[in-house]
């Protein structure tokens, strides 16, 4: 059984969430956890969450991903931007104790010339405090392009962080844009690319997938999202990622340019490649 949906606004409460993918034939989701570029997270009304646990299990949905926002920098240089990060964390965690069960995902965020190893550290030590209170909740973090100084942009960071959280709580999301987008063949070499990753990391570790094409080369350390089949990974790269064995009953979540129709087209599609056995 596929389970995919798509990145969803969150104005309308949880509830509304729900319906809406309901609505384009999505059987999961993800949302902002507050605005992408920060600010205050909004209060949660225990009933709107309860009656999207209900409607969840109703409707059999996949784990949702809650996505921290971009401005969440865990291993920022200034001071205040890793209060900041500690502090969106933190929040978002304890949030989420109104839709348990489900998943967080954030980016490892950019180093700023600090190093690799800088950072790596200081993504640990702030996973690790918010960790601490133990929440029902699965953290993701996100594969990356490996844009500018990005930590994540290769499976060997991801692997670092992980190491140094040393937690089984946290895995990791697969954006197929970034991996692509950082020099992993997906299209060529699907199965060589899960090889790397199950060395590298573990297929136990991959919890999640975004699903976007790409509007850049192979290798480009972009990151910019292009409409499923329009881009350089193509259809036949994504009918094969929904058809692999390793990555089946994982939530696959679009983040690709598009308005409700066109995120219920893609949907659509997607479903109707999946191979009935
Ligand atoms: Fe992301
Ligand atoms: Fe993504
Ligand atoms: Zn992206």
Redesign the pocket.
Known sequence: MLHIGCHLSSSKGFLAMGKTALSIGADTFQFFTRNPRGGKAKAVKPEDAAALNALMQEHNFAPILAHAPYTMNPCAADEKLLEFAQMVMEGDLAMLEYVPGNMYNF?PGSHVKQGVEAGVEQISRALRAALEPGYPVQVCL?T??GKGTEVGGNFREIRMILDAVGSREVGVCL?T??VY?GGYDLVRNLDGVLETFDREIGLDRLWAL?L?DSKNPFGSHK???EKIGQGSLGVEAFRAIVNHPVLHGLPMIL?TPNDLPGYAREIALLRGMEKQI
Do not use: I, P, Q, V
């Open positions: 980016h996100e990356m392009a954006d844009c970034h987008d975004h976007n990151d910019r999202h983040e």
